[in-house]
């Protein structure tokens, strides 16, 4: 079979017949708990952590999926094995798991259909698409602060990874009303830096790394992961309030996320970052994660570009 396969509810089926009801609940309400990994060398990297998170967010949002830790964990196992002989050599799978809390009864009333009583459950991976991170892992992205704020923690446990996702949608849209490029980096309801919609954000001042408090951000697993190489650096590492002033001075900043692991950013609201570029604890970080993969990180992104293109 030349077509990825997918888990759903139960079935491994070709992507093409991997179909939501229209009255699912992550439809109807957008209640959805998810995780996304990627691998190396087709290899998922950090799954425990992912696992940990995953099941971390099922039980905030009360989704029971049937399923055993070990049992989701074999599934996602073989979906990669599977679908990573269907790829270039060059390139790396995004695994994403999904589970909402299955159909909505009140919506469910067609006469002749038959309603499931179960959680969806959905495993699928997709080729990272390396194009669209190959010109900002090089030259920094540009992230602009909204007037859309961050969604208090009072509403949705932080801790949680989860789908409901409009207010980055309205924030991303603001954002490229100013620049196509910019991404949102989200305040929340006190004026100080969160996040953006896919990534953790944090600067540099004075030699530490600096992240916004963990009060109203996701603990995310390629944050961690620098707060790992910063120790095995010797490079100090903080959390606390920041405000919009002192992401703008900051002499460096760069957003962490699962596909791309580290991006500079060079840019905040038009107003350049240190000297416009890419600083040099970036470029530290980067290095000691490359050397923990085993590959020129940057590099695969830019190269997995211009494959990508050629296949295009």
Known sequence: MTEPLVYLNGRMLPASRAHLKI????????????????????????FAEHQDR????????????????????????????????????????????????????????????????????CIHTFPLPFERWARQIQAGAHLITPSIRHVPPQCYDPT????????????????????????????????????????????????????????????GISRATVIELARKLGIPFAERDLRVADATSAVEAFTTSTPYCLMPVTKING???????????????LEAWSQEVGVNIAEQIVEGAKQRSLGA
Not at 27 to 38: K, S
Not at 81 to 103: C, V
Not at 167 to 191: C, M, P, R, S, W
């Open 23 to 46: 009255y699912d609940a992550g439809v109807v309400l957008g209640a959805t708990v998810t995780e996304q990994v990627r691998t190396f060398d087709k290899r998922l990297y950090k």
């Open 54 to 121: 995953l099941w971390h967010s099922l039980r905030s949002a009360q989704i029971h999926i049937g399923l055993t830790r070990e049992e989701l964990s074999a599934l996602s196992e073989k979906l990669v094995e599977h679908n990573a002989r269907l790829i270039d050599r060059s390139a790396e799978l995004g695994l994403i798991q999904f589970a909402t809390p299955g159909e909505v009864g009140a919506f469910a009333g067609v006469p002749g259909s038959e309603m499931r009583t179960g959680p969806t459950v």
């Open 160 to 219: 949680m990874k989860y789908r409901s996702r409009l207010h980055f949608y309205l924030a991303d849209k603001e954002a490229q009303e100013i620049d196509t490029d910019a991404v949102a980096l989200l305040l929340d309801l006190h004026g100080n830096v969160t996040e953006t919609a896919t990534a953790n954000f944090l600067i540099v001042e004075g030699g530490t790394i600096v992240s916004p408090s963990p009060a109203n951000i996701l603990p």
């Open 271 to 285: 107003v350049p970052i240190g000297n416009g570029k890419p600083g040099p604890i970036y470029g530290r970080l």
